[in-house]
């Protein structure tokens, strides 16, 4: 096993065991949902309180050095904490479930899965598609693009509809679509 | 795009569509970190072959260095 796949399982399995909701988001969501790509960091959100990530840490083990202080994440509106091993330089953004309201509904909506045997959740892959749609990063044009060429057929659309109005990213949304190539 | 080379772009994209449909979800999650690994170890032999003198631990800094780099780079685009 690859040491930075190792170490996301010893994270996943930390979570499993001490009980903590969460769902895994970011790069690993839009590989689970498209293609494989190189990932250097593993982006978790979780719904936690101060006891709850004290339980995390203990169920962690050596190897970790958690951030105790939050942080700013610019980007999304949101605040984390940095979780890094000592050994490799794969990092871990556990980041604190908001009060916003589509991050609260992204979080009730996540799909259950299997991470290396052990029982985790990710976001849906509609989730993925209005999440970056409202990020809206470079990177996130061609995430967005890849999800809905693999997901396409199954996609619910009507709730993406719903909140990229929400989002005023309706027209993002339209533009990249019209860009994709037909598949089947 | 030239019209003959955006035929060539489509095609090719569809067959990696429809390669991803064909694997498991749960797999595909797990390939972003073991490329993420393979990534470090082309990146390490180039710096090796960039600084011969180094020792490994000098090496690791090195390859830490570049990493920010990119992490603060996509920060900023």
Known sequence: MSDSLAITTLVIAALSRSGMPHVVVGSFARNFHSFPRSTKDADIVLAVDPPGLARFEAELGGGFSLDPQTTFETNTGTFRHTLVHTETEFKTELFLLSQDAFDQERFRRRQAFQFGGYPSFVLTAEDVIVTKLRWFRPKDVEDIRDVIAVKGPTLDWNYIHRWTSVHGTRAKLDEIQASIPKID | ?77
């Open chain 2, 1 to 77: 795009m030239p019209d003959e080379f955006q035929s060539i772009a489509d095609s090719l994209y569809r067959e990696r569509v429809l390669r991803a449909r064909c694997t498991p979800s749960e797999e595909r999650i797990l390939d972003g970190p073991r490329l993420f690994d393979y990534a470090c170890s082309v990146t390490l032999a180039g710096l090796r072959s960039e600084l011969p003198c180094a020792s490994e631990e000098e090496l690791r800094q090195a390859l830490h260095r570049r990493l920010e780099i990119g992490r603060k780079l996509e920060l900023v685009r």
